[in-house]
Nanobody, 128 residues
Framework: QVQLVESGGGLVQAGGSLRLSCAASGRTFSTYDMGWFRQAPGKEREFVASISWNGSNTYYADSVKERFTISRDNAKNTVYLQMNSLKPEDTAVYYC?????????????????????WGQGTQVTVSS
C-alpha cells in the first residue's frame, strides 16, 4: 500500500496561484492512478482532478477546469496540482488519494469511492 503526504497549501488572495504536491512512499507509485479531492467545512469531500498511472489521461471537476492542472512525475513518486486563478470557493483541505491502476474512464476516475490511502491533507485558504 502506498503512503501519501500532501504539501504546498497556504493562504493566498483571490486570483493567486498555489502548487500542491503529494509525495508517495514505496517503489510502486507508477502502478497507481492518482487523484486530488477537497473538503470544505461542513461539506463532503469532493473530486477535483485525477491522472492515470502513466499521465496519459486526466480528468477535472467542472468547477476547476481551465484553472487547475494535475501532473505527475513517476521518477519522483510525486503528483502535483497547479492551481491558478484561485477563488474563495476553492478554500478547503486538499487530499490526494491513490487507486491501483485500472481502466481509466471519467466515471471510474472521478469517484471518491475508488480511491484510498489518503494523506493528512493540506489547507488551502483563498481570501477575497
Amino acid at each position: 500500500q502506498v503512503q501519501l503526504v500532501e504539501s504546498g497549501g497556504g493562504l493566498v488572495q483571490a486570483g493567486g496561484s498555489l502548487r500542491l504536491s503529494c509525495a508517495a512512499s514505496g517503489r510502486t507509485f507508477s502502478t497507481y492512478d492518482m487523484g486530488w479531492f477537497r473538503q470544505a467545512p461542513g461539506k463532503e469531500r469532493e473530486f477535483v482532478a485525477s491522472i492515470s498511472w502513466n499521465g496519459s489521461n486526466t480528468y477535472y471537476a467542472d468547477s476547476v477546469k481551465e484553472r487547475f492542472t494535475i501532473s505527475r512525475d513517476n521518477a519522483k513518486n510525486t503528483v502535483y496540482l497547479q492551481m491558478n486563478s484561485l477563488k474563495p470557493e476553492d478554500t478547503a483541505v486538499y487530499y490526494c488519494g491513490a487507486r491501483p491502476r485500472y481502466i481509466s474512464t471519467r466515471a471510474t476516475m472521478t469517484s471518491i469511492s475508488n480511491f484510498g490511502s489518503w494523506g493528512q491533507g493540506t489547507q488551502v485558504t483563498v481570501s477575497s
